[in-house]
């Protein structure tokens, strides 16, 4: 977003209130009780997902503000994205914060007292907003695809071991050790074989 | 003209969840967070009940007709034979300090996976047909029928719970959910509800002596292959022995150390050090395995595989035994061996042949782990150990759930890493000792097809690991369990792709300067060690 000056001291100015909503937004898709405790402030450690989802967040709200480059964007989506490409919920809920905030933002624009001055400049943060999107699209995507990839490496891993116990069980020679030891090599986990 | 529709009319897209009550809330088998029920024929070997061909997923689970008089009977047996049970089922009063405490909890925000939820599960049928309020009273006393549904919410959560104990640290009451699962489990199992991943282990235990199912030649041929492996890296010759009667010592590592990696290093690294300090100690092709997938079956399936290691120490004529680097290897041995197989009053106090140590804790069971085996040769300066071997990685240590809180192996390892590398970084405190939180793949859920689920539930130990990554560029997790070794990798890939897992021996086998040796220009993973070619071209 660039040279929009009222929209981005709008967003300055705002920055707590908006980032409380959202993140209440964000912990939306999880069961009442859970987004209590997500929400709540235990520590990093003892509430990833919590801390994970606040950095995230706030990280890509200052984006909005800042103009950050997209791998900063990405991997703030990333964090927050990671973990729901693992939880208990469908792609739309996992990237429903997105839209989330654009409707934050539009109520809350439309109620301030430069109404008129926020509407110039709010296409430019649609604009941005819809760009998020489809960045988000592509993390998500990455993440449910490095899990696939490991399913993959695990099954390889297994067939691995089988192998070993193969040459194992009709006298193991030489070149089939080197054989396993070669293998051992070339499948590591993430790197299709 | 028609009227226009407002933007939510026009797609429905609702992200939140469902408002029901737990009780009214249905599981949703989802693929990635299940597994795979137990094979008829794995079944058969060990005589479970009801084997037959079914899927979670089916909506007719095949079950005995009877099969609600069949668990509430297992119950009732249960409830009069353990007090412990009983106790656990009325004492809870529902505080909510064990619910954020599970890392399947924490990793999912399901509230079935808050310790005191998935008890719930149990307790409800409990009260509903073990208490007078809620025979009278129903589902106001908290009470509920026992139907498919609930035997559908029982398997999907108590096949989700990795017994790992961590709960149990911050009850006041001292309840032990896991003990809860265990029983669970043992009721699931009375009408053949059970997964692969634990059943044909059991099954291959049983027959042939380890998870895997391989036959003494395989067993054998494998060890020679760790063993040339050796030669290759230290050209020192080493001659493990199998069922060698009168050897002083029984060792008996997890066979997944045998034939996965990174367990296998490990393993090398143990058996380097039984031969440089001239230990006479025997392995056997018939207890060939440490762990004991009968804890995540039944108390019956416990004492039958454990029942093997003991039947072979005896007939051995062994003094003492050792177990290997695995997890619930030692709750097994630590809280059920002595009583359910004991006395082992044809056995010796363990006594460390090299520096005359007696394992007095272990008077009972007459088996001590290798960690602490190790830590006492190391306390009493009996190996000689070059920590800079390990100077290319800087490592963690992870606390496995067994180990820590069911045996209180704490400092052993610690004293041990401190010994065998020069950068060593602990996690937060909060994620490590007692409290240290699981792999996610305990108790039989370390398969692959529910990956999903593994990823969630190891998030807490995933995100330790990154702090101390980006803190102090940690490189490697070391561990001392056989099941953490197969499961930690993939989560590290997930979550911090740039730190590996290794067994604490396999640093013990680095850092061991071994009588007549060559140079060492590689470690055991024969990657070349750090320093080495400098030192060569000089």
């Known amino acids: 977003m660039e040279n929009q000056e009222c929209l981005r001291e709008w967003l300055k100015a705002n920055r707590d209130a908006v980032l409380k909503e959202w993140l209440a937004c964000c912990f939306e898709v999880y069961p009442a009780g859970a987004a209590g405790f997500m929400q709540g402030s235990a520590s990093s450690f003892a509430n990833p997902v919590g801390s994970r989802t606040r950095k995230s967040i706030e990280a890509l709200y200052d984006g909005l503000v800042q103009n950050i480059d997209t791998a900063k964007l990405q991997a703030s989506l990333d964090l927050i994205l990671r973990v729901r490409a693992v939880q208990d919920m469908k792609p739309s809920q996992a990237l429903g914060f997105i839209p989330g905030l654009r409707h934050i933002l539009q109520s809350r624009r439309t109620t301030a007292k430069n109404a008129a001055a926020l509407g110039q400049d709010w296409p430019a943060a649609e604009l941005w907003l819809d760009q998020l999107t489809l960045l988000a699209f592509d993390v998500y995507q990455a993440c449910r695809e490095n899990l696939h990839q490991i399913q993959l490496a695990a099954l390889t891993k297994r067939c691995q071991t089988i192998e070993r116990m193969i040459p194992a069980a009709s006298g193991g020679d030489e070149p089939e050790r080197d054989m396993v030891n070669a293998e051992r090599e070339r499948c590591k986990y993430g790197e299709t074989p | ?538």
């Open chain 2, 1 to 538: 003209m028609a009227k226009l529709p407002k933007p939510e009319e026009l797609i429905q897209v609702d992200h939140r969840p469902p408002k029901s009550d737990w009780m009214d809330t249905p599981v949703n088998f989802k693929p990635g967070t299940w597994l795979y029920a137990g094979k008829a024929e794995s079944l058969q070997t060990v005589g479970l009940a009801n084997p037959r061909k079914w899927s979670p997923e089916d909506e007719d689970w095949k079950l005995p007709e009877n099969w609600r008089e069949i668990i509430l009977e297992g119950l009732r047996e249960r409830l009069d034979k353990y007090r412990s049970l009983r106790l656990f089922m009325d004492i809870c009063v529902r505080c909510g300090a064990c619910a954020d405490k599970c890392h399947f909890y924490i990793g999912s925000g399901d509230p079935k996976n808050m310790p005191v939820l998935r008890a719930e599960l149990l307790r409800s049928v409990y009260r509903r047909d073990f208490t007078t309020a809620g025979k009278l009273l129903g589902r106001l006393a908290g009470g509920r029928d026992l139907t498919v549904d609930v035997l559908k919410e029982w398997f999907y959560y108590f096949y989700q719970c990795t017994e790992c104990r961590r709960c149990s640290v911050f009850c006041p009451y001292g309840i032990d959910t896991a003990e809860i699962t265990m029983i669970g489990r043992e009721l699931l199992n009375l009408i053949g509800l059970n997964i692969d991943w634990v059943v044909t282990p059991v099954a291959n235990c049983y027959m042939k002596g380890n998870h895997l199912g391989i036959q003494p030649h395989g067993l054998v041929d494998s060890m020679d292959f760790l063993v040339e492996n050796i030669r290759d890296v230290t050209s020192v010759t080493i001659a493990p022995t199998f069922n060698r009667k009168g050897a002083e010592i029984l060792y008996v590592p997890p066979s997944g150390d045998v034939f996965a990696d990174p367990g296998t290093y490990g393993l090398m690294g143990q058996l380097m050090l039984f031969h440089e300090i001239g230990l006479d100690y025997t392995l056997s092709t018939y207890a060939s395995e440490g762990g004991n997938f009968g804890l995540f079956t039944s108390h019956e399936m416990v004492k039958r595989l454990n029942a093997k290691i003991y039947a072979e120490a005896r007939r051995l004529g062994v003094k003492w035994i050792l177990g290997g680097e695995c997890g619930h290897m030692w709750r097994v041995i630590h809280q059920y061996m002595d009583t359910m197989n004991g006395p082992a009053d044809f056995l010796s106090t363990p006594v460390s042949p090299l520096t005359g140590t007696v394992f007095e804790h272990a008077r009972s069971t007459k088996m001590i782990h290798v960690v602490e085996f190790t830590a006492d040769l190391i306390k009493h300066n009996k190996i000689t150990l070059d920590p800079s071997r390990n100077d290319s990685l800087k490592v963690t240590f992870h606390d496995s759930c067994n180990p820590a809180r069911a045996v209180g192996l704490l400092e052993e390892p610690r004293y041990i890493l401190k010994n065998v590398c020069r950068n060593f970084y602990e996690m937060p405190d909060e994620t490590i000792r007692e409290k240290t939180f699981c792999c996610g793949g305990g108790a039989g859920l370390g398969a692959d097809e529910n990956m999903e689920m593994r990823m969630r539930g190891g998030l807490p130990r995933a995100n330790a690991v990154e702090y101390v990554r980006d803190r102090h560029g940690v490189n490697m997790l070391a561990c001392i369990c056989a099941i953490d070794r197969a499961t930690l990798p993939p989560l590290m890939h997930y979550w911090v792709p740039d730190v590996e897992v290794c067994s604490l021996h396999e640093l013990v086998g680095n850092a061991l300067v071994m009588t007549g040796e060559a140079p060492r220009t590689m470690n055991l993973r024969f990657e070349p060690l750090a320093g080495a070619e400098g030192e060569q071209d000089a």
